[in-house]
């Protein structure tokens, strides 16, 4: 997968987290190291973190890939929870 994309998609994931979760997302994107990372905290004063990770998106490390799909996984979980039809 392309660097491009891979940018597009966690980034999404994370807004749209951020919109339907309830959650306060944060989303850092450094483009000059190519690295993201995102923290999750369960309010809006942002106390109380229960998610974060970074990684660098040219899989510059060999855990680049696995903390990717970490990232991409609780983003969707999130998402799905907040979603889902009850």
Avoid at 6 to 23: N, P, Q
Avoid at 26 to 47: G, P, Q, W
Avoid at 58 to 83: H, P
Wanted: charged content about 35%; aromatic content about 12%; cysteine-free.
């Amino acid at each position: 997968m392309n660097s491009a994309k891979l940018k597009r998609e966690i980034i999404g994931l994370a807004l749209l987290a951020d919109e339907v979760t309830g959650l306060l997302v944060f989303v850092d994107y450094s483009a000059h190291v190519k690295s993201i990372s995102i923290r999750v905290f369960d309010n809006e004063e942002a106390e109380n973190k229960i998610f974060s990770g970074r990684f660098y998106f040219d899989f510059k490390y060999e855990s680049d890939e696995s903390e990717y799909q970490r990232i991409k996984e609780f983003l969707q979980t999130e998402i799905s929870k907040a979603t889902e039809i009850k």
